[in-house]
């Protein structure tokens, strides 16, 4: 089935849906996609979660373009030092003011990172040792930064309490972001979200495996509504083990069974460290970007990330790999000899017939 097709048959389930549910469940899921009503109609909303997908669409051209670009990242934390350092510079976009004007970032369509941690104003007494909360202002910055899209499925998105998750959602929205990813569940409602860009309808899915498993049988609904909406379905996962450059078993058998259901892209992201590349079924695997904003100023490896420009096209996917320094919290992209070196270790701990292109710092994944 071709893509425009497709797009049809999603538009076409929305309409046959919403003829088929009552009056008053079609006014509930008008407060969950306008975020505003009664509570008699947030309740009627909680009926129809189940059965509908959330849709975040970004401006569309009528017509698809050769290619769309996506410049990925890895774990943002706002709080603890981070947030200090923030403070006495005066500037709240302080921890990205060493990309924030490179091309790298600002050419491609879309920019997304895993967002880790809830942007809220509810502070609750702590629960665990490690415990996030990002100011509110904090989702404007990143819009006007030219943030697009944030991943809130990690092991720190619950950290304020359900109630805080919640918020967090309302205000990356408000603030027109696409928010994607649970800490603890796989739906359709929260595990992805889609956005079209230029004619091309990505789904983007993210799920947290850092403490439990994953829910294949729910996690498999939510595979299938992404592809069925998606042109192009990335995934990204939190997973693995912190603190080692290589992916685990589990890391390998998951990203399998993504690919096997429907992922084109399986992007990783928990271990603060970054984890090799791999291909299953033609399809491009990053195990680990490692940190991108951290103040984890305590290890060399905890101070390197990576950083992704996607190109994807009918013809296959493109990944150029852009390594970041990090530097009291700053990302800078990396260049010359330090580039080279940085790119060569990365190429040691991936599969050996993506090697030259991995020093080379693009690699290319045709459609299969």
């Known amino acids: 089935m071709d893509r425009t097709r497709r797009v049809f048959l999603a538009a076409g389930f929305l309409a046959v849906t919403s003829v088929l549910i009552s009056g008053a ?31 975040d669409v970004l401006p569309v051209s009528p017509s698809r373009v050769e290619s769309v670009s996506l410049f990925m990242g890895g774990d943002v934390m ?59 202002r904090f989702a404007s910055m990143l819009r006007e930064l030219g943030v697009n899209a944030v991943s809130q499925a990690n092991n720190h998105a619950l950290d304020q309490g359900r109630a805080g998750a919640e918020e967090s959602r309302r205000h990356l929205r408000d603030a027109n972001i696409v928010v994607f990813g649970d800490e603890v569940r796989e739906d359709p409602v929260l595990s992805f979200a889609t956005t ?23 996690a498999e609904i939510v595979m299938t509504e992404a592809r ?20 685990t078993k589990n890391q390998e058998v998951r990203a399998r069974w993504l690919i096997d259901h429907g992922a084109d892209i399986v992007i990783g992201a928990h271990p603060h460290w970054v984890q090799g590349i791999s291909m299953y079924r033609g399809r491009p695997i990053i195990y680990s970007l490692g940190n991108l904003v951290f103040d984890q100023d305590w290890s060399v490896e905890t101070r390197r990330g990576l950083t992704l420009g996607l190109r994807i096209a009918d013809t296959g996917i ?51």
Do not use: C
């Not at 469940?25 to 129809?48: K, P, R, S, Y």
């Not at 069925?228 to 992916?247: A, K, L, Q, S």
């Not at 320094?325 to 599969?351: H, K, M």
């Open 25 to 55: 469940v079609f006014f509930g899921a008008q407060f969950l996609l306008a975020d505003a009503g009664t509570a008699m109609q947030a309740a009627q909303d909680q009926d129809i979660k189940e059965a509908l997908p959330i849709f």
């Open 78 to 136: 706002l709080d603890r030092t981070v947030a200090t350092r923030i403070t006495r510079s005066g500037n709240d976009a302080y921890a990205f003011a060493k990309i924030a004007s490179d091309a790298r970032f600002t050419d491609p369509d879309l920019r997304v990172l895993n967002l880790e941690g809830p942007v809220t104003a509810r502070r609750a007494p702590p629960e665990k040792e490690i415990d996030f909360q990002f100011d509110p």
């Open 196 to 218: 079209s860009v230029r004619g091309r309808m990505l789904a983007f899915v993210g799920f947290n495996e850092t403490s439990d498993r994953i829910d294949d049988d729910a």
């Open 228 to 247: 069925r909406v998606g042109d192009t379905v990335i995934v990204f996962m939190h997973w693995g083990e912190e603190y080692r450059n290589r992916p």
């Open 318 to 368: 493109a990944v150029d790999l852009y390594p970041v320094q990090i530097d009291l919290s700053q990302p800078r992209f990396v260049e010359g000899t330090e580039r080279d070196e940085r790119l060569n270790e990365l190429a040691a701990v991936s599969d050996a017939a993506l090697l030259s292109q991995i020093i080379r710092g693009e690699v290319f994944f045709p459609t299969p």
